[in-house]
């Protein structure tokens, strides 16, 4: 892959993106562009986090790229069905490939590559990671999932700030928005467990959900930059104050601090990964 390929790419998605955003109207043009901003925010985390790692020009284009098309899905998917609501919809994931492959933009591209990105596009929303990938799939598979965590968080955080009527409708997904929080919800969270879409039922729910993402991140440059963006803090603010709430905060806590010590403390000079 080279930076000539990357740029045809992105020309493609401007391109693509104004083909949605050009006929669309207020709550329609919100959601639009927020994916539309979404995807650039997680293509530069994706280099960011793979530079870190040490990645050279190639694969920097590569995590560049898988970042650029990973939610390319989302937009037929809101024209069609209206929601980001994967199950009320259909998977976007499989979406996004489906508009790679109709597309033929990745066409000069080694087969190889071709095979790369597309197979991190269709698992980067998956709950559980397979166990049946290679290295260097599960590295650019993780890094496309944690690049991805990190803009949800800013994402739904400017979400919760904004006042109801200026919101892009989706991004809730339609939770219901009691001041509660189920008590399947917060065992998991006791027990180090990331939460199942499933089982979520309210919109305080979901925002547990989110923080429990943090048990699935993948590098260290993640970990810190949820901690130094202060992500943890903010959700908390929006959450209800009851005790058990309260003791499921302080369990995420602390698991991120013990794995951001025990990261920089590691780490001297070559990262490591833990899990």
């Known amino acids: 892959m080279t930076h000539h390929d990357l740029t045809r790419l992105l020309d493609w998605f401007t391109t693509f993106c104004a083909s949605y955003t050009c006929s669309a109207e207020d709550d329609d043009l919100r959601n639009y562009l927020l994916k539309q901003e979404h995807t650039h ?53 499989a979406q996004s490939v489906r508009v790679i492959l109709e597309e033929q933009i990745l066409a000069t591209l080694e087969q190889e590559e071709r095979r790369l990105i597309i197979k991190s596009v269709a698992l980067h929303n998956v709950y559980l990671i397979p166990r049946q990938l290679n290295r260097r799939e599960l590295f650019f598979l993780r890094l496309i999932r944690d690049a991805d965590k990190l803009d949800i968080w800013r994402v739904f955080l400017e979400y919760y700030a904004l006042p109801e009527d200026e ?109």
Request: aromatic share 10%.
């Open 41 to 93: 925010r997680v293509r530069e985390e994706a280099v960011a986090i793979a530079a870190e790692q040490g990645c050279g020009d190639t694969d920097l284009l590569l995590a560049e790229c898988i970042g650029l098309l990973h939610d390319v899905g989302r937009f037929p998917q809101y024209r069609k069905f209206g929601t980001f609501r994967d199950a009320d919809s259909v998977n976007h994931a």
């Open 167 to 275: 919101r892009a409708s989706a991004v809730g997904l339609g939770f219901p928005d009691y001041p509660t929080c189920s008590p399947k919800i917060l065992t998991a969270i006791t027990r180090g467990e990331m939460i199942n879409l499933v089982d979520v039922k309210t919109l305080n729910d979901f925002k547990l959900l989110q923080l429990s993402w943090i048990f699935d991140l993948n590098f260290g440059p993640t970990r810190r930059l949820f901690r130094e963006r202060g992500y943890l803090k903010s959700f908390a603010a929006t959450l209800p104050k009851e005790a058990a709430v309260r003791s499921a905060l302080a369990i995420l806590e602390s698991y991120l601090e013990r794995t951001v010590d025990a990261e920089s403390s590691i780490t001297s000079g070559e990262t490591a990964w833990i899990r």
